[in-house]
């Protein structure tokens, strides 16, 4: 059993930055790739990033590539996401999640799940 907890959300304004952050308690950490996704208010939850567990390899939703980055620190068990250059559109609860998958982008795909932190963004 693992479990996420997710911090580092708020309101911010367009063109500003925010780092979350996962922190996760249970089994060893590093042997799972984790993924941060989205769900923003009447939308279905979407993929934004994922990581390996030795955080080598690192895959984005297009639509994030240019201005998120995830990483994570195997020594603290966390993982986190940098967004930087927010839009308005970036409005949505985000959630960490960790799967022993490979490749995996689908939210069945992922076992365990955080709570969520909301992030709004004002134009």
């Known amino acids: 059993q693992v479990q996420l907890v997710e911090s580092g959300g708020g309101s911010v304004q367009a063109g500003d930055s925010l780092r979350l952050s996962c922190v996760a308690s249970g089994r060893t950490f590093s042997v799972y790739d984790m993924g941060w996704f989205r769900q923003a208010p009447g939308k279905d939850r979407e993929f934004v990033a994922r990581i390996t567990g030795s955080g080598a390899r690192r895959y984005y939703a297009d639509s994030d590539k240019a201005r998120f980055t995830i990483s994570r620190d195997n020594g603290k068990n966390t993982v986190f996401l940098q967004m930087n250059s927010l839009k308005s559109e970036d409005t949505a609860v985000y959630y960490c999640?960790?799967?022993?998958?490979?490749?995996?982008?689908?939210?069945?795909?992922?076992?365990?799940w955080g709570q969520g932190t909301q992030v709004t963004v004002s134009s």
């Open positions: 999640a960790a799967t022993t998958k490979a490749w995996a982008t689908r939210q069945e795909d992922y076992d365990y």
